[in-house]
T-cell receptor, first 110, second 114 residues
Framework: EDQVTQSPEALRLQEGESSSLNCSYTVSGLRGLFWYRQDPGKGPEFLFTLYSAGEEKEKERLKATLTKKESFLHITAPKPEDSATYLCAVQTSSASKIIFGSGTRLSIRP | EAGVAQSPRYKIIEKRQSVAFWCNPISGHATLYWYQQILGQGPKLLIQFQNNGVVDDSQLPKDRFSAERLKGVDSTLKIQPAKLEDSAVYLC????????????FGPGTRLTVL
């Protein structure tokens, strides 16, 4: 069964304290992996798409990486405005299904 | 560029009642998605349209949920009759293409079933 698991469920960091969020997946073929940010009361906002193992993408303090089994979202020197829930999603090769993980709630203390 | 519009933003109904949600995607986007997001979980895809045709509705509870996109633009999602477990945020998203394309999400409709 296709599955996407994110860890940790919640993460509290001090401003400037770098860390990583994990998204592990078990799918019957990966077409692409997506990272989204979701603020309370809003819809998810697109961050990155990764297509193949070894690929990396960066945007401001965020960097996403992909291996054959998982993806990491690295956050460097975070600020309070980076507080949000970060969701990853995969699009599978079989029937191009889109499956979201449960997300990581990130809280950055000033 | 206007984003994805959804209405209503909030809805409270009694169980066994009916409810409908409306979505207007970004202009020119051929693909439209409806998701259900239960509190504390990630979005679950209910149905995907390509223009006015259904691409994937494998996770849509067809005994009570229905969706249509008659002219390939706006879409409505209906629940009839609602159950307590349908309480969730219903998100609409659109993308220009169907495959591996960025999805743009609306603000969602928060449904509470009492």
């Amino acid at each position: 069964e296709d599955q996407v698991t994110q860890s940790p469920e919640a993460l509290r960091l001090q401003e400037g304290e770098s860390s990583s969020l994990n998204c592990s997946y078990t799918v019957s073929g990966l077409r692409g992996l997506f990272w989204y940010r979701q603020d309370p009361g809003k819809g998810p906002e697109f961050l990155f798409t990764l297509y193949s193992a070894g690929e990396e993408k960066e945007k401001e303090r965020l960097k996403a990486t992909l291996t054959k089994k998982e993806s990491f979202l690295h956050i460097t020197a975070p600020k309070p405005e980076d507080s949000a829930t970060y969701l990853c999603a995969v699009q599978t090769s079989s029937a191009s299904k889109i499956i979201f993980g449960s997300g990581t709630r990130l809280s950055i203390r000033p | 560029e206007a984003g994805v519009a959804q209405s209503p933003r909030y809805k409270i109904i009694e169980k066994r009642q009916s409810v409908a949600f409306w979505c207007n995607p970004i202009s020119g986007h051929a693909t439209l998605y409806w998701y259900q997001q239960i509190l504390g979980q990630g979005p679950k895809l209910l149905i995907q349209f390509q223009n006015n045709g259904v691409v994937d509705d494998s996770q849509l509870p067809k005994d009570r949920f229905s969706a249509e996109r008659l002219k390939g633009v706006d879409s409505t999602l209906k629940i009839q009759p609602a159950k307590l477990e349908d309480s969730a945020v219903y998100l609409c998203a659109s993308s220009l293409l169907a495959d591996l394309d960025t999805q743009y999400f609306g603000p969602g409709t928060r449904l509470t079933v009492l």
